[in-house]
């Protein structure tokens, strides 16, 4: 039997300008998914609801085995979240946010919690109010990773940092992501983040779940070609997403790459000039055009 | 109700955190409280009504910092999140939020209120005002429940200060109501405190007023669906 780290299954959630219909989405117990999506494609809202911090209107959400949001209290002692909207009280420092947390985690790693404020080059007596916005989501994720959460859920944990700080926290990330037990869920709209960090990739845009694969496949499966146009050529081709003509020349961009497909073009009339894999950021431009 | 009871734990985390960051801010009201009572303890007609005007605002003023700087800012400030983070329910939260108020300000209030009782009984002031003093000071509990009510349901400052504006503008009406009041104003210079059917249900209105206030928001909160 497959263990989730979490499960929503035909979850659905209506706001004035803004719906998500039957999403489904599910992380098997030490993966990591990262959930791309531009501003507004429902990122948030899908890790809101697995938090238990917005209500859906329908559907079944569990993470750990537990049903949300009516057992949010049990699975948050397991889970740990994040997110870039996520603020420290200013007036205080963050050894008192560390105090705080140890006193309702019992499996607060204090000698863990120091050596990430030496890795994040943080200082435990500084008060809250001096300290960077690099600084901050460091520190935020510091009281997080302390409490060894066996499923972590970040929403945006780069935003905004600078080049240096962001390094910093994506290979702190990919340290934990060692641990085969731990479960992460990442939203990001920086898909090199995803592309670093994620087994399996999500896409999210206006709420709908337009693809999720692991990575690997998802990335082979996606391809780029630059053709010569036959006069014979046919207007479409089984496979392509797009075809961009200028001319004699055509860009056509697949979702069912393989060795074969060249040999396919070629049939239908497009003489194969270059071909090319396709970045994260590239499909993701590529997806999202291509349902809208 | 019941998820409430059951973590209890994280309530008492919740209740001790707002007290660790307003405790500062209390002693230094409870001074301010002091001093008020000093000068009202000079049992002179002056420095009384200065001491009074004083004493409304400083009830006025913790009330509404203990609302906006606990739970209003909390959104505001961004830092709801990292709460709601924790094994802890929004109602929960919402609980706690209720209860550390209701603690940091009635506490305060309450000590406050006998203070000035006591000033009032071991010194020359007419003990006359005593049912004026206890109705004023609990019409603005009153008040401070309404606002606590609409800062716990709609985390919105600018609905949070509205409220406040408008109760403290009927706070004014209502002084000059109750001293207008021939049952209330002609026992004011009494040797002893004259509580009447007319002090008395306004004092049992008020207080019922401010427990449905509560109860209501109780209620309410339970049905919200979206906490960030």
New interface residues.
């Given amino acids: 039997m497959q263990n989730y780290a979490f499960e929503m299954r035909d979850v659905s959630i209506r706001y004035p300008h803004f719906s998500m219909e039957n999403l489904n989405l599910s992380l098997l117990q030490g993966q990591v998914m990262g959930l791309v999506g531009v501003n507004g494609a429902g990122k948030s809202t899908t890790i809101?609801i697995l938090?238990?911090?917005?209500?859906a209107n329908a559907g079944e959400v569990k993470a750990l085995g537990y049903d949300l949001?009516s057992q949010?209290?049990?699975a948050?002692?397991d889970i740990?979240?994040?997110?870039d909207?996520?603020?420290?009280?200013?007036?205080?420092t963050l050894q008192?946010h560390m105090d705080?947390?140890q006193?309702?985690y019992p499996k607060f790693d204090s000698a863990y919690a120091k050596d990430l404020l030496k890795r994040f080059d943080l200082i435990a007596d500084q008060k809250i109010k001096g300290i960077s916005h690099g600084q901050r989501v460091k520190a935020?994720l510091l009281?997080?990773l302390a409490r060894r959460p066996k499923l972590l859920v970040l929403d945006e944990p780069t935003t905004g940092l600078d080049p240096v700080a962001r390094e910093e926290v994506i290979s702190e990330l990919a340290d934990i992501l060692r641990d085969d037990e731990r479960s992460v869920l990442f939203s990001s709209h920086n898909t090199h983040d995803i592309e670093k960090l994620s087994d399996q990739i999500a896409f999210l845009d206006k709420g709908k779940l337009l693809a999720l694969q692991d990575k690997e496949s998802y990335l082979e499966s996606w391809g780029r070609f630059r053709c010569q146009v036959k006069d014979t050529a046919s207007q479409s081709v089984v496979g392509a997403v797009s075809i961009i003509r200028h001319g004699q020349i055509a860009e056509v961009v697949t979702d069912q790459w393989s060795e074969g497909y060249a040999k396919q073009l070629q049939e239908a009339g497009f003489s194969v000039l270059e071909q090319h894999r396709m970045s994260l950021e590239e499909i993701f431009v590529a997806n999202v055009k291509r349902s809208r | 109700m019941t998820t409430t009871i059951h973590n209890s734990q994280m309530i008492k985390h919740l209740v001790m955190k707002d007290w660790a960051l307003m405790k500062k801010s209390i002693a230094a009201y409870m001074l301010a409280g002091i001093v008020t009572l000093g000068i009202m303890g000079m049992a002179t007609a002056i420095t009384f009504n200065i001491a009074a005007i004083l004493m409304i605002t400083l009830l006025i003023v913790i009330g509404a910092r203990s609302a906006i700087e606990s739970i209003v800012n909390e959104k505001k400030e961004q830092t709801l999140p990292f709460i709601l983070s924790l094994p802890v329910t929004p109602q929960d939260y919402a609980f706690a939020k209720l209860l550390s108020n209701l603690v940091l300000y009635f506490v305060p209030w309450l000590i406050l209120v006998l203070g000035m009782l006591v000033i009032i009984v071991s010194t020359p002031i007419y003990n006359g005002v005593i049912p004026l003093v206890i109705l004023v000071s609990a019409y603005i509990l009153a008040a401070y429940c309404c606002y606590l009510a609409t800062a716990l349901l709609t985390y919105s400052e600018g609905f949070t200060i509205s409220v406040m504006i408008v109760t403290n503008l009927l706070l004014n009406g209502f002084i000059i109501l109750i001293m207008r009041l021939p049952e209330l104003n002609q026992t004011f210079e009494a040797a002893t405190a004259s509580w009447n059917a007319t002090s008395l249900l306004i004092l049992a209105a008020l207080i019922t007023f401010s427990a449905a206030i509560l109860l209501l928001t109780g209620i309410l909160q339970k049905r919200l669906t979206s906490f960030l």
């Fill in positions: 809101r938090m238990g911090l917005v209500k949001p949010q209290v049990q948050k002692y740990g979240f994040a997110s909207d996520m603020r420290l009280y200013k007036s205080q008192w705080f947390v006193s309702i935020c009281l997080v």
